[in-house]
């Protein structure tokens, strides 16, 4: 059983003004030591992006959770480097950039929470960061290029921000384009709506 993804939309829907507002808004740090209640959030955010196999990150504010925790695949999206095991994936707790380097390469990007559509986004090939491991011990770690990415798109969602808030190319499917444009528009300028 899969825990639910919240999306900005359904379909060409745009969804209820309650679980876009969850996706939009800035989640909370997690107290150190943990209390019995946030190891619960971080349990209930591994088990959800266990059940899945098609995100390679996962952040708290997509199941319901507004706590700063994300959780990826550390090895990128590689079914044969995935055993779903421990050591395959990262849960960073409170995580902060503390170094940026090289220059901006841009790609572009899909999320769970904007479904259908990528958007090409500029993001720095190397960080570091720093955060709590799920045992709430202090780490620091180095990621590049792809992983980079992954991070930097999950801690966005800690911020609120979403695909869509970038300024890059958007892509829409052939399908979709006619439907989409309310929608995009009434997603990319807050309170519109
Ligand atoms: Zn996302």
Redo the contacts with the bound molecule.
Sequence with gaps: MSKKVLTLWSGDVVNEEEEVSILRSRSEEVPVPFSNDRKKDIKTLIDAFLTRDDAV?L?AP?IGIRRRIIIFRNKGFDEKKWSGSEEDYDVLINPRITQSQGDMVTMSEG????PEIQVEISRFPEIKVRAHDVNGRKMSKRYTDYLARVVQ??MD?LNGK??IDHEGTLYIPQQRQESFVDVIRKMRIPGEG
């Design positions: 990150g952040a997509q999320c769970l929470s904007c798109h999950e969602h979403l695909i």
